[in-house]
T-cell receptor, first 113, second 114 residues
Framework: AQSVTQLGSHVSVSEGALVLLRCNYSSSVPPYLFWYVQYPNQGLQLLLKYTSAATLVKGINGFEAEFKKSETSFHLTKPSAHMSDAAEYFCAVTANTGNQFYFGTGTSLTVIP | DTGVSQDPRHKITKRGQNVTFRCDPISEHNRLYWYRQTLGQGPEFLTYFQNEAQLEKSRLLSDRFSAERPKGSFSTLEIQRTEQGDSAMYLC????????????FGPGTRLTVT
């Protein structure tokens, strides 16, 4: 069985500050992990994914995430928040078959000017 | 390519009625997924197709839910005898070939059951 937990349903940061969105996973098999972003009134869009290559994954818009097996974590970071980063962020996990996906409950990011 | 499209965007129905939603994936994409998303939750995986074959359907919510992709292109999701608890956003996504390819999501169909 697989699941993800996103700690913090709402995160607020000041413009220019570090963004840290937390995701912990549970998986009985080696996981593949994803971060998706949903801007208001838009569909979900892939930010980045981990598929067992490099543990530090770089994505679009300056975001990156690090897979830490010992901590079962895949936290999303961005060094400097921009107003356009305000959105809902979802972490997701699947097994190597990619046959089922499990999404977290999401974290709403607010960027304060 | 205009991306994944879903029709209708909104559907209001009375309890007990049947509803059908359509999803048109990106044209060269072989995989197609259906999800349900309720307020304050992440997408909940329902089923997926590889071309016309439905390879995973154990997580369809009940036997009132069914999906088809008859020619490996568009797909339909049907809910029979709708209940108020079925009110949600129904999302469709497609990807190129494998489950590890990026999924492109459509805008969703919002269902309201009165």
């Amino acid at each position: 069985a697989q699941s993800v937990t996103q700690l913090g349903s709402h995160v607020s940061v000041s413009e220019g500050a570090l963004v840290l969105l937390r995701c912990n996973y549970s998986s009985s098999v080696p996981p593949y992990l994803f971060w998706y972003v949903q801007y208001p009134n838009q569909g979900l869009q892939l930010l980045l994914k981990y598929t067992s290559a490099a543990t530090l994954v770089k994505g679009i818009n300056g975001f990156e995430a690090e897979f830490k097996k010992s901590e079962t974590s895949f936290h999303l970071t961005k060094p400097s928040a921009h107003m356009s980063d305000a959105a809902e962020y979802f972490c997701a996990v699947t097994a190597n078959t990619g046959n089922q996906f499990y999404f977290g409950t999401g974290t709403s990011l607010t960027v304060i000017p | 390519d205009t991306g994944v499209s879903q029709d209708p965007r909104h559907k209001i129905t009375k309890r007990g009625q049947n509803v059908t939603f359509r999803c048109d994936p990106i044209s060269e994409h072989n995989r197609l997924y259906w999800y349900r998303q309720t307020l304050g939750q992440g997408p909940e995986f329902l089923t997926y197709f590889q071309n016309e074959a439905q390879l995973e359907k154990s997580r369809l919510l009940s036997d009132r839910f069914s999906a088809e992709r008859p020619k490996g292109s568009f797909s339909t999701l049907e809910i029979q005898r709708t209940e108020q608890g079925d009110s949600a956003m129904y999302l469709c996504a497609s990807s190129l070939t494998s489950g590890l390819d990026e999924q492109y999501f459509g805008p969703g169909t919002r269902l309201t059951v009165t």
